[in-house]
């Protein structure tokens, strides 16, 4: 996967159960991309949830970082890749991220959003 790839997983606005499906890819992907680290597979995947889910997870465990509109998990899902969580105007997203680029993957989560709350927007 390039540095700039975005892949966006099934929703689970609707799901909870889809949602769990995403959380635990992983292992779904170690089968199919036999060459990488499941975890590889896993940075800057995203997919949207919904408030409750997003409340639920802010609930687990205190965020390693906390701001007004994300929170990023303090359980690591392997070395420095874990789970952010984040508002973009009233819609809830879900996303594996790297610590040691946080800030370029939390802006590329965030564009991606935008274009498909744009998208939503516009059909």
């Not at 689970?12 to 590889?40: F, I, K």
């Not at 949830?49 to 639920?56: G, I, M, W």
Request: charged share 25%; with cysteine; net charge negative.
């Amino acid at each position: 996967m390039t540095g700039t790839e975005i892949i966006v997983l099934p929703s689970a606005a609707n799901d909870r159960a889809q949602h769990w499906t995403n959380l635990n890819s992983a292992a779904q992907n170690r089968a199919v991309c036999s060459e990488r680290p499941a975890y590889e597979s896993q940075h800057r995947t995203f997919w949207e949830v919904n408030e409750e889910l997003y409340l639920d997870a802010l609930e687990v465990l205190p965020p390693l970082k906390l701001a007004h509109d994300h929170f990023v998990m303090r359980e690591l899902l392997t070395e420095d890749i874990t789970t952010a969580y984040f508002e973009m105007q009233g819609r809830y997203f879900c996303g594996y991220i790297r610590l040691g680029s946080y800030v370029d993957d939390m802006a590329a989560l965030r564009k991606k959003a935008r274009e498909i709350i744009s998208s939503a927007q516009s059909a």
